[in-house]
């Protein structure tokens, strides 16, 4: 696609529940990112990827938190057993190239906006 | 620990009245910076990178300018369409990792 797929839009979990959030990245890139963005805050990094390799995963809050690449295309950020502080916005980004390389641009997707109830 | 700070937190313009908005940090080994525009309800929208001190780079109406403790993004006859948060993320390395600033709201009036 033209740019950086993101579903649901709009996700709404009782306390407890798993969820899956999907993110089609930009075809080709390498470099694919989670962050998860509060209200009223700047993005907070989660986790990156180049291709199917998971290379950096400082940013997962808690062992809660799981996400895979496994064919190095589509990326998915599961999060079981969710509580109220999981409620946040949660942006994947692609990159065309590896994040040593000058030059780039880091592409964000429209958010998948998660709510613990 | 690497700091990033934007100020103001929000800023009210009348249209034409220029301005600009900060962007500091504490960041080892400072390789760049991105400047980004984020609509409410939207993802992050690119719009510079810069890579080195008295760098410079326009689009339109802003223009961004990096120093090695801070970035300015100057906003010259803004309009409401303007109207959006920035956000500013230096990086050192490689940018797998960027540390957001919270953000500057600006609210352009006609």
């Known amino acids: 696609g033209a740019g950086v797929s993101q579903s649901p839009r709009y996700k709404v979990a009782k306390r407890g529940q798993d969820v899956a959030l999907r993110c089609d990245p930009i075809?080709?890139?390498?470099?694919l990112f989670w962050y998860q963005q509060a209200l009223g805050q700047g993005p907070e990094f989660l986790t990156y990827f180049q291709n199917e390799a998971q290379l950096d995963k400082s940013g997962l809050p808690s062992d809660r938190f799981f996400a895979e690449r496994p064919e190095g295309s589509v990326s998915t950020l599961k999060i079981q057993r969710t509580q109220q502080e999981d409620s946040a916005v949660y942006l994947c980004?692609?990159?065309?190239?590896?994040?040593?390389?000058?030059?780039?641009?880091?592409?964000f997707g429209e958010g998948s906006w998660l709510t613990v109830v | 620990e690497d700091q990033v700070t934007q100020s103001p937190e929000a800023l009210r313009l009348q249209e034409g009245e220029s301005s600009s908005l900060n962007c500091s940090y504490t960041?080892?080994?400072?390789?760049?910076l991105f400047w980004y525009r984020q609509d409410p309800g939207k993802g992050p929208e690119f719009l510079f990178t810069l890579y080195s001190a008295g760098e410079e780079k326009e689009k339109e109406r802003l223009k961004a300018t990096l120093t090695k403790k801070e970035s300015f993004l100057h906003i010259t006859a803004p309009k409401p369409e303007d109207s959006a948060t920035y956000l500013c993320?230096?990086?050192?390395?490689?940018?797998?990792?960027?540390?957001f600033g919270a953000g500057t709201r600006l609210a352009v009036h006609p």
């Open positions: 960041v080892s080994g400072l390789r760049g």
């Open positions: 980004a692609s990159s065309s190239q590896k994040t040593e390389l000058s030059g780039n641009t880091i592409y």
């Open positions: 993320a230096p990086f050192s390395g490689g940018y797998n990792k960027l540390i």
């Open positions: 075809s080709g890139h390498v470099s």
